[in-house]
């Protein structure tokens, strides 16, 4: 066959089970003691420096990082357990999640040693969150139109301009962050784009707003640049050319369970409204949600496993993610309908009506953020061999 | 589910030969079916699953699953899935597994047939695939409440007329009276919902291979057909119906794929084994409904054509889903299976392997 898609059915080692029970008791102590409760959780914003603390002393923080970066060099499958046990219970995990999935990765690829031997061993602690400036009001979808400009002067570099959306900054101790050093040229118009790393604790110039969800929630900001002085060694990887430097954590981004679990909540509370003996419309209901979370989950964990053997699942990878988000952003709409006749007064009612109009309310976001649909689709085009 | 495998390669190259799609569309009349059933009885693959000590080829499982995703790949239409099953329930009885095309019965929910004390069998199957070409049918039928399994000379049996959706035999059959040929003695965990189960795993398999062909059909033609001066697939419109149907695709193959290798491993047809079957049987259906539509209209009115290939395998794929429990059969028992143990048992219950 042509374009053979290739799910291989890969199975979680034993010592991934072992570390799931260990998750899932670190998970139950949590709640017990008050950290957080998985019924009111994803609505709050996430960031918990103490939590994050305590997950960075259990390992749990760059699992797959070298050792001597404080990471545990752990298989990625194992870090798959952690993601999945975490989002299922919607753990705050705002404060290291970036860094741990993507910000560290980066660093540990293109970063000077001294850099990676200050930075990293913090992330692992659990200390250092990190934010991602891509996006500018004029550049979203098309990356490569990023005007906000790096420069070059003594010693560094000087930004000037603005990101938009971006996640975390006003919490986060750096930006990852993708700058103009040049024209695009005539060949090549993703030319010009370096990319930095940027103290955005320590560094005068640069200005965060915050922009509110249309939720009430402050997640996002506008990150304004004013002369904002980055030196010279924080440049990540080959100057006006970052766009080479897309990498195989691509694909670990796209694949992961966090792809697809955004919105879980909604499916267990719509289980526990219809209660042990649903109809036949709320079991058929159930069952084809369940099935398709399983199918979900199965791929996802094959996309990770076949990249931990070394195989290249890109189309995969880009699959499960546009599948993974269109799941989780549809599951508020079906736990609606298949809750119409659910008793006023049964009793999680309130519970799950609660989370019902908050998942609404964020669906529309899931398949917008970290590339819509529609670039995605293009993407998984190319890998059938349409572009 | 490798690809460097020597089972897929030699089933691939059988169905190359002597069942291309587009030969079989094309022919006057069923000759191409003796050479094609031929074939697959002299390399040993209609006895994929029966251990070489009954008659059988001994491949294992997950090769067996292999051979069947690989035969919906090429929509085939000779009772290749039904024989195969039937050696497996035959074998796994530990009945001598006959040659020739064989099918298997019940093939549907709640469905029973009885062996009186007389020792013939009372009762009606229906939506049995290829009994109508069958030369013996593999039975699960009641001794005392008890299942057993027996195996029936077809021509003894009263098998009505009907074709599926693709023109396939599908037939009810009555077994009133028929004395079967050989009956084994119970055997723990092999019953009617453990044929079902298995039933709904080959057409799972079956299924998946479709979809990956009209997938590949699909963005061959997108390639070729030209509108307004390009190529259909330059347009972001059909490109991105056609990113769907990969998605959709994707979804079968990894769905029938874990379900075929849960299986191998399995002992028994336990929980674990149900929420696979369960849910590939689901998904894949779902994945056959919405891969067919996309297929068609990106084919325009040359796929609505008798003499174009692409029926071959959407009509399959409509009917397959509907073999051995639809996606609504098998959506409520997981259901009320999730609902009993409760939300808290949901994620543990998913979050496993
Ligand atoms: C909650 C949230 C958090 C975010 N966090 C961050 C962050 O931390 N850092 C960061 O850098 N960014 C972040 N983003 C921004 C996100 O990456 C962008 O929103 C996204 O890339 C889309 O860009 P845009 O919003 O400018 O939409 P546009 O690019 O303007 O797209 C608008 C619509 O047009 C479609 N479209 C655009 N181009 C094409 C095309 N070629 N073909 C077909 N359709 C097209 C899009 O798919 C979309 O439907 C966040 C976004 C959200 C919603």
Not at chain 1, 205 to 226: A, C, L, R, S
Not at chain 1, 264 to 276: A, H, K
Not at chain 2, 314 to 336: H, I, K
């Amino acid at each position: 066959m042509s374009s053979a898609i290739q799910f291989d059915p890969i199975r979680l080692p034993p010592e991934c089970e072992a570390l799931r029970v260990e998750v899932r008791e670190f998970l139950k102590e949590e709640i017990a003691a008050g950290t957080f409760d998985p019924i009111t959780a994803p609505y709050r914003d996430g960031f918990n420096p103490e939590f994050s603390r305590r997950v960075g002393e259990k390992g749990w923080i760059g699992l797959t990082w070298p050792k001597k970066y404080g990471g545990q060099e752990r298989s990625f499958l194992e870090r798959y357990v952690v993601t999945e046990e975490f989002r299922a219970v919607s753990a705050p995990t705002r404060v290291h999640f970036t860094a741990d999935r993507q910000s560290g990765p980066v660093l540990i690829k293109y970063a000077p040693e001294d850099i990676k031997m200050d930075i990293l061993p913090r992330i692992t602690r659990g200390e250092c969150s990190f934010c991602i400036g891509m996006s500018e009001p004029g550049s979203g979808s098309d990356l490569f139109a990023a005007s906000t400009r790096a420069t070059k002067t003594d010693g560094g570099y000087l930004i000037n301009g603005a990101k938009v959306w971006t996640s975390s900054a006003h919490v986060a101790d750096y930006m990852i962050g993708l700058f103009r050093t040049s024209a695009s040229t005539e060949e090549n118009r993703r030319h010009g784009l370096t990319s930095f790393l940027v103290d955005m604790k320590n560094t005068p110039g640069i200005t965060v707003n915050p922009i509110n969800h249309m939720t009430g929630v402050h997640e996002f900001n506008e990150v304004v640049f004013e002369d904002a002085f980055v030196p010279d060694d924080h440049v990540l990887g080959e100057i006006d050319s970052a766009w080479k430097q897309a990498t195989s954590e691509l694909a670990y981004e796209r694949s992961g369970p966090e792809r697809f679990l955004e919105t879980i909540y909604i499916l267990t509370e719509l289980v526990r409204s219809l209660g042990e003996k649903p109809d036949k419309r709320g079991a058929e209901g159930i069952g084809r949600l369940v099935a398709q979370l399983h199918t979900l989950r199965r791929m996802s964990v094959s996309v990770n496993g076949m990249l931990q053997a070394g195989k290249e699942p890109t189309l995969e990878g880009s699959i499960v993610k546009d599948m993974g988000t269109q799941w989780e952003q549809k599951l508020p709409l079906r736990a609606r309908e298949l809750a119409a006749f659910v008793d006023e007064d049964a009793g999680n009612r309130a519970d799950f009506d609660e989370l019902l109009r908050f998942a609404t309310m964020i669906a529309p976001k899931l398949t917008i953020q970290g590339g819509t649909t529609e670039v995605l689709r293009g993407i998984i085009a190319r890998g059938l061999g349409l572009r | 589910m490798s690809d460097d495998n020597i089972i897929i390669d030699a089933t691939t190259r059988i169905f190359q030969d002597l069942c291309d799609p587009q030969t079989v569309t094309n022919a006057a009349d069923a000759s191409w079916k003796t050479p094609l059933w031929e074939a697959l009885e002299e390399s040993g693959l209609t006895q994929a699953w029966t251990p070489d000590d009954l008659g059988g080829a001994g491949a294992t499982i997950v090769d067996g699953f292999d051979v069947l995703r690989v035969s919906g790949e090429f929509a085939v239409p000779v009772p290749l899935a039904e024989t195969l099953l039937a050696g497996w329930l035959l074998s796994r009885a530990g009945i001598v597994v006959p040659p020739g095309a064989m099918t298997i019965a019940p093939a549907r929910r709640g469905e029973q047939l009885t062996l009186g004390n007389d020792g013939a069998l009372v009762g009606k199957a229906r939506d049995i695939p290829f009994a109508g070409e069958a030369e013996k049918i593999a039975v699960i039928a009641r001794r005392g409440g008890t299942p057993v399994v027996a195996l029936v000379d077809r021509a003894a049996c009263a098998v009505s007329e009907g074709s599926s959706l693709a023109g396939d035999p599908r037939n009810s059959v009555g077994f009133d009276g028929v004395v079967p040929q050989a009956i084994s003695e119970p055997v723990d965990g092999l019953d009617e919902d453990a044929l079902m189960q298995m039933g709904a795993a080959v057409r799972a398999a079956q299924m998946a291979g479709a979809l990956q062909a009209i997938l590949d059909i699909s963005v061959e033609y997108s390639k070729e057909r030209v509108a307004f001066e390009r190529p259909i697939g330059k347009f972001q419109a059909v490109q991105h119906n056609l990113a769907r149907l990969g998605g959709e695709a994707a979804a079968a193959i990894a769905a029938a794929g874990s379900l075929a290798d849960t299986i191998g491993r399995a002992e028994r047809f336990d929980d674990q084994v149900f929420l696979e079957v369960a849910s590939a049987k689901i998904r894949v259906g779902e994945a056959a409904g919405e891969g067919a539509a996309i297929a068609h209209q990106a084919h325009g009115a040359i796929g609505f054509t008798a003499e174009h290939i692409l029926h071959r395998f959407t009509t399959r794929l409509w009917s397959w889903r509907d073999d051995f429990g639809s996606e609504s059969v098998w959506a409520v028992r997981l259901g009320e299976m999730v609902a009993a143990r409760g939300a808290d048992e949901l994620w543990p219950m998913v979050a496993t392997q």
